[in-house]
């Protein structure tokens, strides 16, 4: 958790590191630190320089080898603006300790950085205190060393019992706030529960996919709502639901927060209620940005998550989205309109094959192909009514 005085206000000049090892390769490693400059970013802050190192598995004291260390605290003295270290891996409060001292500046690892990040976009009670939740379990393992933090944790007179050492003070102050936290989301989830069951019995859809696919300017397409939306990660932490009409065929369609890569392990248990809108709906629309150069990889991480959270055998249609961005992006202005056709339409059967024919190719800020996109989701949509509610017209014209 990062108190006030340590979230990012302005633009700060950061330094990213990371880490080539038996289990990541340096391809993989040169698209994590990109994305973790688009986080940087996101977050107030702005890379100015990418340090890697290869290494047989990180280092118990810095993570990195002594030598690289020395190599980046060069760097921050000859630059003397750098106010932020971010490693690309989670690491522990005594990795973290170690290397503040040698390099001298303010060192947060990537989990940290997210739950800053979802600390800022929170708005609702529900959010806030999720994330709280998150950021008091990841302080918890590492307060041993990181005194930096304590004052946040409310401590003070009459807090402290006898015999107690201040690190046990503060654990017992920790884990009384994940308690408070636990209970309170526990309170909030059975409103939320008793709220989607008032919904009745409409059809529930819903939007995920990698964080900054184009999900909520989708939702803002399809439902003629405005959800916030932006070019940046995680512009949607809430849950959105709208009631949609096609045809005269309702549904309920809800917007759900972005996946991402090394996701910290306590969003997603603190985001569990947000994402149970995902496993109670019937049908996802797995929204991919197309443009992007590592689409694929995304998709695996995101049907990797619905496969952690037992949603993976949900009906899905896959959207491409931003085909028009694919296409500026990815064919010279040399190029005969025949040759982009020809190349368009390979790519298209090949992701028909992939998804047994639940795909479609649409750029949702253009309005491009959302007319296919309707009719395939209002096909879907009363296939599901036919078979939960055979005896009721009303849902099937």
């Known amino acids: 958790m990062i108190d006030k005085k340590n979230k990012f206000v302005g633009e700060e000049k950061a330094v990213l590191v990371g ?21 940087s970013e996101t977050a107030g802050a702005k890379a100015v320089k990418k340090f890697y190192q290869k290494l047989p598995h990180p280092d118990s004291k810095t993570f990195i080898g002594k030598g690289k260390l020395e190599e980046i605290k060069q760097y921050i003295e000859r630059h003397g603006e750098i106010e932020v270290v971010i490693f690309d891996d989670e690491l522990t409060g005594s990795q973290i300790t170690n290397i503040e001292k040698i390099l001298g500046v303010k060192t947060i690892d990537r989990s940290d950085l997210i739950l800053d990040i979802f600390a800022s976009r929170a708005k609702t009670a529900q959010a806030k205190a999720q994330v709280e939740l998150a950021q008091y379990q990841y302080l918890l393992p590492r307060l041993k060393g990181m005194w930096k933090h304590l004052e946040r944790l409310g401590g003070g007179i009459g807090t402290r019992g006898p015999g107690e050492t201040e690190i046990e003070t503060d654990r017992r102050i920790v884990r009384d706030k994940i308690s408070l936290l636990r209970r309170r989301l526990t309170e909030i989830d059975k409103q939320a529960v008793t709220q989607r069951k008032d919904r009745g019995a409409f059809i529930r859809v819903a939007l995920v996919g990698y964080t900054n696919v184009g999900k909520s300017t989708l939702m803002n397409v399809l439902s003629k709502s405005e959800v916030f939306a932006e070019n940046k990660l995680f512009a949607t932490l809430d849950t959105t639901t709208r009631k949609v009409v096609f045809e005269n065929t309702p549904f309920l369609l809800s917007d759900t927060v972005g996946f991402i890569r090394k996701l910290p392990h306590h969003l997603v248990e603190s985001f569990k209620s947000t994402l149970d809108e995902v496993k109670e709906s019937d049908i996802l629309l797995h929204v991919v940005d197309i443009a992007h150069p590592q689409y694929e990889e995304q998709m695996k991480v995101v049907n990797k998550t619905l496969q952690e959270m037992g949603c993976y055998d949900k009906p899905v249609i896959t959207i491409f989205n931003k085909m028009d961005l694919y296409v500026k992006n990815t064919f010279d202005e040399w190029l005969d309109d025949e ?27 253009e309005r491009q192909n959302l007319d296919g996109l309707r009719n395939d989701l209002t096909g879907k949509i009363r296939e599901h009514y036919r078979i939960r509610y055979p005896y009721k017209t009303e849902f099937l014209y």
């Open 19 to 39: 880490l080539v090892h038996k289990l990541q390769t340096e391809q993989q490693l040169h698209e994590y630190l990109n994305e973790l400059a688009f986080l």
């Open 339 to 365: 040759t982009k056709r020809q190349l368009l339409e390979e790519l298209k059967q090949r992701w028909m094959n992939e998804t047994q024919g639940n795909c479609i190719f649409v750029s949702a800020t």
